[in-house]
């Protein structure tokens, strides 16, 4: 029987980081769906079964991940599924008010972000 | 600058600077002791060396006894050389018949003496009690030369005039010739000011007022610099840490997929590829910060100029372009297929074309986009139209500007140069960089540069 693979959704605007970022979560053996902003995400998620953790990157066009935070907060379904943020920005008020949520910085930490995605799947990946 | 103040020790006069020369105009003998008592104590309390030329009705020996009773250490200070209080009879053997330049550069002496011994300064007075009617001119003269002497030397100069002995015209004279008089009206000291002095002070109040409006403009000026400063910083760091990070992932990707297994000599290839685009991207970045470095020190951009068709020019950006915008949901029209040809710098022109398309990426998705080359009375224009929403009222000419994002978001990335880099190097072809939008309805961008450099 086919384990069923833990499934991350990965919000990021730029392409290249996405790609890239996909292409190794893949590899760990995740499934990853993408959404390129946090309104995509929002749409992703109203027609999806929720994912085990998203990924999501701060700045973004249309609606940032600000934004999709409290837009998710008010939903009782979303506010369970684990987010990690990464940020390129700098340390303002406004990451610094992020207080509950774990803040990745970019350039990744690659070992750091795999390990915090295993922790918090623990029948995560299965190596493809 | 700041002016020095020294204590007057009267307290309708207060504060006065070095190279004070003013006057009083006395009744009678207490007049003269509430007046100079103070003025003294003043003056040797604040390390000034002084000299008291004395005259009836207050003679040196009443005013040594009168100065004692106010300043304890008197004696000491008299013994040491800090005072010196001195009949007018005396002073006036001293002096002999000196010429009144002789006199003024006695005052000099004495005060080039009194920093030399280790005093702030000099603090005089003199009594013109003695003064005879026939010796008013030459007096008058002498005190006119006295202001101008004082200026710039650490000396304060009170002269004392008897009222009783002053006609009209005299008081005149003496007012004119000091910055400022007192004058002892029901046993009070009145300040009378010159016309002039007046109007001096005005006039400093006014340029007080001014600088003060000055700094606080410039401070305000500053402050937004600072602003604009930091957000340049975060969208800096935002703007050259992503294609680090997607260059490190794409990295990171290939060791972790060659520890699984060798990979396909066009799997490696492909991923180099992308390797290979992260680090031109991360180059013009810094291209993008080393134009600005360059225009910001007072050099315009290097420009390298050729033969150039700026309707083939166009065509090509478009084509590199096309991608992006359809990824955006923009619709490209390229409206240029005659010639234009002039000298220019194709590079420059084809980061113009990048910056206008990408800016129509940014604030204009989804919407129809035209380009346009044209030749208008021989100069070539480039018209780049979008759907957008359109640049902000009072905002048309902010957005050329360095490090300004106009629009309603902060955050669609870049460094905020682009327009400025398309402006900088249209002026540096001698051409110029213009922008026509209506608010809701979309944007014009049109660059419009001379055929040949300097026509």
Known sequence: MAVARCKILLVEDDADVSDALAEILQLEG??????FNGSEALGYLRQNPPPCVILLDLMMPIMDGYEFLNRRSGVPDLSAIPVFCISAGTMDERLRQLQTTHVFKKP???????????????????AA | MEIEQRPSGMPEVGDVAWGAHFCQFYGQREDLIDSLVPFFKAGLEHNEQCLWVTSEPFRAADARAMLGAAVRDLDQRIARGQIEIIDHHDWYMRAGDRTASEVLQGWVDRHDAALA???????????????????????REYESRVTRTFEGKRIIGLCSYCSSKCQGTDVLDVIRNHQFALVREDGEWQLIESAALKEAKQELRELNRQLEDRVKQRTAELEDALQIRDQFLSVASHEL????????????GLLLSYAREPVAPEVATRRLDKIKGQCGRLERLINQLLDVSRATSGGRLPMDVEDVDLAELTRAACEASGEALRRAGCELVVDADRPVNGSW???????VLANLLN????????????????EVDDRAVLTVRDGGPGVPEGESARIFERFVQAGPRPDNGGFGL?????????????????????PGSGAAFTVSLPRQPGS
């Open chain 1, 30 to 35: 995740y499934e990853v769906a993408l959404a």
């Open chain 2, 117 to 139: 011994g280790g005093y702030d300064g000099l603090r005089l007075t003199g009594n013109t009690y003695w003064l005879e009617r026939n010796d008013w001119a030459g007096f």
């Open chain 2, 345 to 351: 710098d194709p590079m420059r022109l084809e980061q």
């Open chain 2, 359 to 374: 800016n129509a990426v940014r604030h204009a998705p989804g919407t129809r986009v035209v380009v346009e080359v044209r």
């Open chain 1, 108 to 126: 990744l930490h690659l070992p750091t972000l795999l390990g915090a995605i295993r922790l918090t799947c623990p029948d995560g990946g299965t």
């Open chain 2, 241 to 252: 840490k992503t294609p680090i990070t997607s260059l490190q992932l794409y990295v990171e």
């Open chain 2, 418 to 438: 682009g327009l400025w880099i398309v402006r900088e190097i249209a002026e540096a072809h001698g051409g110029e960089a213009t922008v026509d939008s209506q």
